[in-house]
Structures are given as C-alpha cells and as structure tokens.
C-alpha cells in the first residue's frame, strides 16, 4: 500500500529553519515525481517545491526561492525540504505528494498529483 508520511513541522521564530521530511513506504520514491505543497488557511493549496524523477530538475515557486530547498535521500526513501529564512507568510500546513509520469515543474505549477500525504504544520511567528 502506498503512504507517504510528513514529519518536522512545528513552530519556529521568524528568520528560523526547519527541515520537513516526506517518508515513503510501499513503494520507491526515486521512481516518482515527488512534490512539497502548502495550504494556508482560507488559500488554495499552492506547489512549493517539486524534483523531476527522471531527471532530478527542481522547481521553486517564487516565494521561495534562494530559501527552501529540495533534496531526495534515496538510501532511506524520503524527500526532504529545507526551509531557511522563514517568514510568517510560509505559516501553512505542508504536504508531501507524488506522480510516476509528471515532471516536477507541471506538478507544482497543475498540482499534478496521484496521491498526497496527511500533512504537518508549519506555524512562524514571534
């Protein structure tokens, strides 16, 4: 059965880190297009970060860029998202998704998605 499992949300100060992992069982993550999304309250769910399976290219939504990054760590099947210089405009609660045929920018950009996790929160403020 496939399951995608978050983990590493919490609450942090303005300018803070976190890393969030997305775990896989059931299935090999390396093969799928795995996607970070957020939802705000009163927002839609937005693409945050996404990498390519095939070729490992990543995309960034603007609001992002030059603060979070996107890594795979095969050996333990997880995705992880980095998240530096947090603002209190990236309180949100983040999932983690995948899609065997997408590519990471139509994933994040159409939220081309086959399966979603639960999601962890993510709350910055002072």
């Known amino acids: 059965q496939l399951r995608l499992v978050e983990s590493g949300g919490g609450l942090v100060q303005p300018g803070g880190s976190l890393r969030l992992s997305c775990a896989a069982s059931g299935f090999t993550l390396e093969q799928y297009t795995v996607g970070w999304f957020r939802q705000a309250p009163g927002t839609e769910r937005e693409g945050v970060s996404c990498i390519s399976k095939s070729d490992g290219n990543t995309y960034y939504a603007d609001s992002v860029k030059g603060r979070f990054a996107i890594s795979r760590d095969n050996a333990n099947n997880t995705v992880y998202l980095q998240m530096n210089s947090l603002k209190p405009e990236d309180t949100a609660v983040y999932y983690c998704?995948?899609?065997?045929?997408?590519?990471?920018?139509?994933?994040?950009?159409?939220?081309?998605?086959?399966?979603w996790g639960q999601g962890t929160r993510v709350t910055v403020s002072s």
């Open positions: 998704a995948v899609d065997g045929w997408t590519s990471g920018r139509s994933m994040c950009v159409h939220l081309v998605v086959s399966s």
